[in-house]
């Protein structure tokens, strides 16, 4: 499938409060990369919702859709195609699966496409310097310095992939910043067949999925999502430096030193992801 843009996660980081508490489909969404020119408009109704999906060209398609859980779903046609297009909510806008029919009316799943579409209102932040994509697969090495700088700007796939493609002793490394690794972890509940990172990420965290996307949600309608994300944004600076320390990148000396000096009292304190989500349920 086609990826997500590398970077919609991180939108995040700079929501209202408000904003962040939308979880429902209802309003404008608006197309980014893949999708960059399409539109939706949707609003629940008796049945499910209706909606309207614009295409990059501006031509549009009023449809139903049956409400799941809540996600909606409903049958277009695009490019002659019968395609089943499935929308599910997140907290800056929402995931949409389009998936063609075959002439049998059975679904091909190899050559589904997953979009990224964003609420009305939401703007897209700068990339950080040191960015870089997330890996297509499971398995593609990548730094510790090139997670710890983009992580925010992947979708969750993108941070399973990049996860299990980190060298073991970054993983480690990264359990002494709990606020950051509870932050993985909650990008990491929110992908699908993330059970192998999930198994390495959770261990003697003491939390589980449920309890962190509970917990999360709870801090956005309680306006403690801006703190939370400031303090991952402080434990992500410092883990930064640690890294780039340890990987003999260009810094001086007294950083390095403050560095190595947080890193000690970080190993010491015993804290975990669950002593952080807690602060902010």
Not at 146 to 162: I, L, R
Not at 186 to 210: E, H
Not at 230 to 239: I, P, Q, T, Y
Not at 253 to 262: H, L, S, Y
Request: hydrophobic residues 45%; charged residues 20%.
């Amino acid at each position: 499938m086609v990826r997500l843009l590398a970077g919609i996660a991180a939108v995040l980081t700079w929501m209202s409060a408000s904003i962040a508490m939308a979880e429902d489909l209802n309003g404008g969404y608006y197309g980014i990369d893949d999708a960059e020119g399409a539109r939706i408009v949707i609003a629940p109704d008796s049945q499910g919702y209706r909606g309207t999906f614009y295409d990059p060209q501006g031509l549009s398609q009023d449809f139903e859709a049956d409400a799941v859980g809540d996600t909606a779903t409903a049958v277009l046609d695009m490019d002659g195609r019968t395609v089943l297009l499935r929308m599910a909510p997140l907290p800056f806008g929402a995931e949409v699966a389009l998936i063609p029919f075959d002439e049998q009316g059975r679904l091909i799943s190899d050559a589904g496409r997953v979009l990224a579409f964003v609420r009305d209102g939401v703007d897209l932040p700068e990339r950080p310097e040191g960015f870089v994509d997330a890996p297509r697969t499971p398995g593609q090495r990548i730094a510790g310095n090139a997670f710890v700088a983009s992580y925010q700007f992947w979708d969750p796939t993108g941070v399973v992939n990049g996860y299990l493609s980190l060298p073991d002793r970054f993983r480690t490394l990264m359990r002494m910043f709990p606020a950051v690794q509870l932050d993985v972890i909650w990008k990491l509940c929110l992908a699908p067949n993330a059970d192998q990172a999930l198994a390495f990420a959770l261990r003697g965290q003491d939390v589980s999925c449920p309890q962190v996307l509970d917990g999360i949600a709870t801090a956005q309608r309680t306006g403690k999502f801006n703190d939370y994300k400031a303090e991952v944004e402080g434990e992500r600076s410092s883990l930064h430096m640690s890294v780039r320390c340890a990987d003999g990148y260009v810094e001086s000396k007294a950083d390095c030193d403050a560095a190595a000096q947080r890193l000690s009292q970080a190993a010491i304190s015993l804290r975990t992801a669950s002593m952080v989500l807690g602060k902010y349920r």
